[in-house]
Each structure stands twice: as C-alpha cells, then as structure tokens.
C-alpha cells in the first residue's frame, strides 16, 4: 500500500543504508521524498551536534513576571 511504501521511502532515509544506488532505483516522487528526508535527517545531527546552549528569558515575559510578583506582593498587604 501506498502507506506502507512511504514509511519504507522513510526507514530508508532515516537510516543509512548501504546501497548508494537505491535512490537511483527509486520513482522521481519517492527519490524526493527519500533525498529531503536524508536531508532533514544530516540537519537535525547537525542541530544536535551544535548543542542549544543556554535560553534566554525574553523581555516580554520577564515583564510579565515582574507584574505578576508585584500584583502577589500588593495582595500580601
């Protein structure tokens, strides 16, 4: 089924397979299909590789914040 083709097309390009030549075998459609999941695959190990480092608190929420805790403190008195 066409299902099932596609989530061969994916195990394929998600894992690397030794025969250089199976994209070259495939319909245009699933060689597509196969090269931008290989391609998504190489960034995401790149993404990855790169590391996230530390997020940042935007200032939209850190003003927020700062709003929340002043209206807790005001109801404190």
Same mark, same amino acid.
């Given at each position: *089924?066409? &299902?099932?083709? =596609? %989530?061969? =097309?994916?195990?394929?390009?998600? @894992?690397? *397979? ?5 994209? @070259? ?6 060689? @597509? /299909?196969?090269? *931008?999941?290989?391609?998504? %695959?190489?960034? /995401?190990?790149?993404? /990855? $590789?790169?590391?996230?480092? @530390?997020?940042?608190?935007?200032? =939209?929420? *850190?003003? =927020?914040?700062? $709003? &929340? $805790? ?8």
């Amino acid at each position: *089924t066409f &299902r099932s083709r =596609i %989530r061969l =097309i994916m195990d394929w390009a998600q @894992n690397s *397979t030794p025969d250089p030549t199976l994209a @070259n075998q495939m319909p245009m459609l699933e060689r @597509n /299909l196969f090269l *931008t999941g290989r391609r998504a %695959r190489q960034l /995401l190990i790149a993404w /990855l $590789k790169q590391g996230g480092g @530390n997020i940042e608190t935007s200032e =939209i929420v *850190t003003n =927020i914040l700062r $709003k &929340r $805790k002043r209206a807790e403190f005001e109801a404190q008195d």
